[in-house]
Structure formats: C-alpha cells, structure tokens
C-alpha cells in the first residue's frame, strides 16, 4: 500500500469516529429539544451524520480491501499509521470534543454545533488539499461543502429563537 492510500484511510478513520460523535450529540440535542422544529432538524442531522459515518466506513473498506487490509474496526484500525498523521500537522489536531458539550441546549447548543460544523469543513477541505487522488479530492471537498450547509441551516435557526 502506498502512503497516498495510508493518507486516505487515516483521514477516513478520524472522520468516522467524528461523524459517531455527531451524530450522538444531534440525537441527544433532539432528545433534549421540546421545539418541534428544532427537534425535528436535529434529528435530521443525526441521521445526515450517520449517512456519512456509513459513506464514510465504505469508503474505507473499498481501500482497505484494495490494499489487502482488514475493514474498519474502530481507532484500532488504523492508529498503526500515526507516522502518516505526523507529516500533517491538520490531521494531530484534536477535534471539538462532544463529550464535554452533552448539557448543553438552546443557543449554546446551536453555537457549538456550527462551530463544530465549520471545523469539519475545514478538517474536509485540507484532507482535499493533502490528498493526491483527484476522487479523493473531489470526495473530501464534497464532505466539506455538507459539512458548511449544515451550518447555514444551524445558523438559520439560531436566528429563528428569541435571543436571551
């Protein structure tokens, strides 16, 4: 396997243990939430999220057969390749942690999530820029224009509730 796939896959790797994150913190966001609408978005974005957990996991599944690797099975998968990771500074920063936001509600809540939203299109469009596969550029770009509409669609709902 050459480093361009280890590249791919440590990508995919973080991006499907980010995309479980979210997922959880939507539905519990949904759960928590008694507006119908806002209820309503959330679980449409922990169902948006989980799509792209699966996407995602396919995704690295296809390379890792190709390569003659086992399917993904969870961090353990492909921490082996952290010297891959060291080469790019972008994939040692640590993400936004849901664990520490699961109380949050109400505008707090939206805020994190765009936030949270944004830095994944970030996190998307420099895995593009790394990469040196033009599918895999254009698959990483396209994760992070999803990633910067749902934050419009949480940033549009922030504006529909009456600030405090």
Known sequence: MGDADKLILVILGRSIESEDA??????????????????????RLAKEEKNHEFELRQKYNEIAARCGWE??????SYKFLDHIAAELPFLAEAGP???????????????????VEKESA????????????????LFFTDLARTELNHALILEK????????
Do not use: C, H, W
Not at 23 to 36: C, H, I, R, V
């Open 22 to 43: 979210g997922n959880g913190f939507y539905e519990q966001l949904a759960a928590k939430t008694s507006d119908p609408v806002g209820r309503e978005l959330f679980s």
């Open 71 to 76: 399917p993904y099975e969870g961090a353990a």
């Open 97 to 115: 942690s849901f664990d520490d936001k699961r109380n949050l509600t109400g505008i707090d809540a939206l805020a994190f999530a765009i936030d």
């Open 122 to 137: 970030d996190y998307f469009m420099k895995a593009a820029i790394a990469v040196d596969q033009s599918a895999a550029k």
């Open 157 to 164: 709902e922030m504006r529909r509730l009456p600030r405090r």
